[in-house]
Structure formats: C-alpha cells, structure tokens
Nanobody, 124 residues
Framework: QVQLVESGGGLVQAGSSLRLSCAAS????????VGWFRQAPGKERAFVAV????????SYSDSVKGRFTISRDNAKNTVYLQMNSLKPEDTADYYC?????????????????WGQGTQVTVSS
C-alpha cells in the first residue's frame, strides 16, 4: 500500500504559478503511476495529469496542456505538479492518486490510493 499527502495549494492571482507536491510513503513508490485530479465545487472529479512509474510517460487534460507539468523524483517519493499561467477556472481541490497498473489511467476509477487533497484558489 501507499499513503499520499498533497501540499502546496493556496490562494493566488490569475497568471501566477504554484507547485503542488504529492509525497508518498512506502518503499515501492517507484512502481506506482501517479495521477493528479481536481474537483471544483459542484463538479465531478476531473483528470489533470498522470505520470508513469518511471516518469517516462505523461498525459495531460486539454485544459491544462502547455501550462501544467507533472514530474516525479522517486528518490524522494514525490510527484510534482507545476502549474503556470493559472486561471480562475483552475480553482479546485487537487488530489493525487496512485496505482500499479501497466496502463496509465486518465479516469479516477483506475486508481487505488488517494490523498486528502489540497485547495487551489485562483482569483481574477
């Protein structure tokens, strides 16, 4: 099993940047794919980005492509989400999730382990 803890959220102005971190426990973190999802008030949880266990494969939602970058440091058991050019519509609770499938999933149902989330608010 793996436990995930997100951090780095906050209140920022449009156009600003934030870097979210997803810190994991366990010695096998390097075998997990990790995804970032977000959930805005009154909306369903939506895929943001995913990175494979080795870091060699990534995928992004169209809404964040070119602005967000996912990366990982397996030596530190941490996955990052660098968010640039933030927009008010990026406001949401952000969650990281992990799974050990050979396929990288872009749907929440594909993930077995979830963090508690970190809030991101972007003001206009």
């Amino acid at each position: 099993q793996v436990q995930l803890v997100e951090s780095g959220g906050g209140l920022v102005q449009a156009g600003s940047s934030l870097r979210l971190s997803c810190a994991a426990s366990g010695r096998t973190f390097s075998t997990y794919n990790v995804g970032w999802f977000r959930q805005a008030p009154g909306k369903e949880r939506a895929f943001v980005a995913v990175i494979s266990s080795s870091g060699g494969r990534t995928s992004y939602s169209d809404s964040v492509k070119g602005r967000f970058t996912i990366s990982r440091d397996n030596a530190k058991n941490t996955v990052y989400l660098q968010m640039n050019s933030l927009k008010p519509e990026d406001t949401a609770d952000y969650y990281c999730a992990a799974d050990r499938s050979a396929v990288i999933f872009t749907t929440a149902q594909g993930y077995d382990f979830w963090g508690q989330g970190t809030q991101v608010t972007v003001s206009s």
